[in-house]
């Protein structure tokens, strides 16, 4: 089989972890006798340099024009004082937008070899856990109408929250057909207390819930949430939740893995077609030097293969290299916290190909 991937290798670490990736995917062809086309593009603050834009239409047709997207990261403080509509991140929500990639998996589980470095107690984390986050990703503040105005007190900024029960549904729909692949289990996340939008998001999923009788459904306070993940995350399966609330709760449970550098996601629409990324930034004070972590970026290419190509054994032959390398004892910087016997972004890669 052959399948043409856009590449988005972006700002900072980007370029080392996207190559990283496609290293390994190359590995993956050569053993299982496929051919993997790669397209590179511009986008973040790489494209404003060069084209005074974010995102291009060239990335965005394409992107548009590929079976899937690998995407490194965007952004920098060299762009920081840019206005809003410019800075690299603005990339980000278009061409997610432009793809129509309305869900978000983030899946967080805790490698076995791994429970050294999770800063939680290890009576809590002494059976592991492994989580998924489903987040809606084309609605809700991050897309609402946003400004500045004048007020009682002088300038003010807004963001405005707005959900519409079409894009809860679809958002629902995603989450149980997940769990039913899982352990049967999802957790809605919601400020039902206090928001308008939550309360119609938790109407909308219990009303989605009773087309799966087989999947468990209960609701939880965002609030609630962030601490029931440092307290107990191993009762979690599957969560769904808002744009806002899936990206400040994903990061939270990165966390409790060991390293942010540790976790894949996702981007899916109705189509096969979808954008795979870490979920961490672009970590411009490493760029560069060979330090940073490639794994998420890795494990993003198999979640690719699973989600887009339906290559599950290749997927699963990625994520088990993965887990053999850890358990071996490899590390990068970040799962060190500080200790020697770090291995460089090219040298975990080569474990991980040699693990292949």
Not at 29 to 48: D, S
Not at 63 to 68: F, G, K, R, T, V
Not at 257 to 275: E, F, H, N, W, Y
Request: aromatic letters at 6%.
């Amino acid at each position: 089989m052959e399948y043409r991937i856009g590449l988005l290798r972006g700002d900072g670490i980007g370029p080392e972890i996207v190559d990283s990736a496609v290293r390994v995917l190359e590995k993956i062809g050569e053993k299982y006798g496929h051919r993997f086309v790669f397209a590179p593009y511009l986008i973040g603050g790489a494209a404003l340099d060069a084209t005074g834009e974010p995102l291009p239409p060239e990335t965005v047709a394409g992107c548009l024009a590929s079976d899937s997207v690998l995407l490194g990261a965007v952004g920098g403080p060299k762009w920081d004082d840019l206005p809003g509509d410019r800075r690299p991140e603005k990339a980000l929500l278009g061409i997610r937008s432009a793809m129509q990639l309305y869900t978000n998996l983030r899946p967080a589980r805790l490698y076995p070899a791994l429970r050294g470095e999770c800063p939680l107690r290890p009576d809590i984390v002494q059976d592991g856990f492994d989580l998924l986050i489903v987040r809606e990703l084309t609605g809700g503040i991050y897309f609402g109408d946003r400004g500045y105005r004048t007020g009682k007190y002088g300038e003010e900024a807004y963001d405005t929250e707005c959900y519409s029960r079409t894009e809860i549904a679809r958002i629902a729909h995603a989450a149980f057909r997940a769990a039913e692949r899982r352990r049967g289990r999802v957790t809605s996340i919601d400020k039902a207390n206090v928001l308008e939008t939550s309360r119609l998001w938790r109407r909308t999923v219990h009303e989605i819930a009773g087309e799966y009788p087989e999947v468990t459904c209960t609701d939880m306070l965002v609030d609630n949430a962030a601490m029931q993940l440092v307290r107990n995350p191993s009762q979690f399966d599957v969560i769904v939740t808002s744009n806002m609330f899936g990206d400040i709760l994903s990061d939270e449970a990165s966390q409790i893995t060991g390293s942010i550098g540790m976790l894949p996601s996702a981007s899916l629409g109705d189509g096969t077609r979808g954008l795979y990324e870490p979920i961490h930034g672009s970590a411009p004070d490493i760029a560069g030097q060979n330090l940073a972590n490639p794994i998420a970026t890795v494990l993003s290419a198999a979640m690719m293969l699973r989600y887009s190509f339906s290559l599950t054994a290749e997927a699963d032959a990625i994520e088990a290299a993965v887990d053999a390398v850890l358990s071996a004892g490899f590390r990068t910087a970040d799962l060190l916290h500080g200790r020697p016997g770090a291995l460089g972004t090219v040298e975990m890669t080569d474990r991980i190909l040699a693990a292949l």
